[in-house]
């Protein structure tokens, strides 16, 4: 069963500072891995799709990469902003559904 | 364009009630549809998934139950809810294709139910 982990499980860092969430799956045997964004009592966006052929994709301010081989994905934000805050989920698609992390609780101040 | 649709957004029930949550997608045929719940924390559960009318798997054994009505269509009940039931229960949706290795998977806003 794929086990996704999510590190760390809560962050607050000042406006401007570059960040990296981490997210991390037992069995390397995927179709793709995508990060989405949860607000508070909303439903969760799709922010990057990796299909598991891919290293890595960006989408603005956003670069999340891929390693399959070490079960490891990371989302880079550049330059966080206040509005950046929110909750990050990783998910891993192995098959016929996606298995969630955790997630990481996001805090930028100003 | 494709859209997902779930209701109601909030509901509050008393113990031992039955329940009934509706998904519906718009503009797209023959998706694979999910029921996930999100308790407080804890992670995303899958509960249930479709891959097609009157198809249906469960992932957790619990007193919720799910159905396929139509294609579009994906319904999760519960003939007496348990406080257990409280969660946010959220209804997904992905494009079926032979590869699933670019296919985004979509949720809806999500249903906040409260079991008093």
């Known amino acids: 069963k794929q086990e996704v982990t999510q590190i760390p499980a809560a962050l607050s860092v000042p406006e401007g500072e570059n960040l990296v969430l981490n997210c991390s799956f037992t069995d390397s045997a995927i179709y793709n891995l995508q990060w989405f964004r949860q607000d508070p009592g909303k439903g969760l966006t799709s922010l990057l799709l990796i299909q598991s052929s891919q290293r890595e994709q960006t989408s603005g301010r956003l670069n999340a990469s891929l390693d399959k081989s070490s079960g490891r994905s990371t989302l880079y934000i550049a330059a966080s902003q206040p509005g950046d805050s929110a909750t990050y989920l990783c998910?891993?698609?192995?098959?016929?559904?996606?298995?969630f992390g955790k997630g990481t609780s996001l805090l930028v101040t100003p | 364009s494709q859209t997902i649709h779930q209701w109601p957004a909030t509901l509050v029930q008393p113990v031992g009630s039955p329940l009934s949550l509706e998904c519906t997608v718009e503009g797209t045929s023959n998706p694979n549809l999910y029921w996930y719940r999100q308790a407080a924390g804890r992670g995303l559960q899958l509960l249930f998934y479709?891959?097609?009318?009157?198809?249906i798997s469960s992932e957790v054994p619990q007193n919720l139950s799910a159905s396929r009505p139509q294609d579009r269509q994906f319904i999760l009940s519960s003939k007496k809810l348990l406080l257990s039931d409280s969660g946010f229960y959220l209804c997904?949706?992905?494009?079926?294709?032979?590869?699933?290795?670019?296919?985004?998977?979509?949720f809806g806003a999500g249903s906040r139910l409260t079991v008093l």
């Open positions: 998910a891993v698609n192995s098959g016929y559904a996606l298995n």
């Open positions: 997904a949706w992905i494009r079926q294709t032979v590869s699933s290795g670019a296919n985004v998977l979509t």
């Open positions: 479709s891959v097609g009318i009157g198809q």
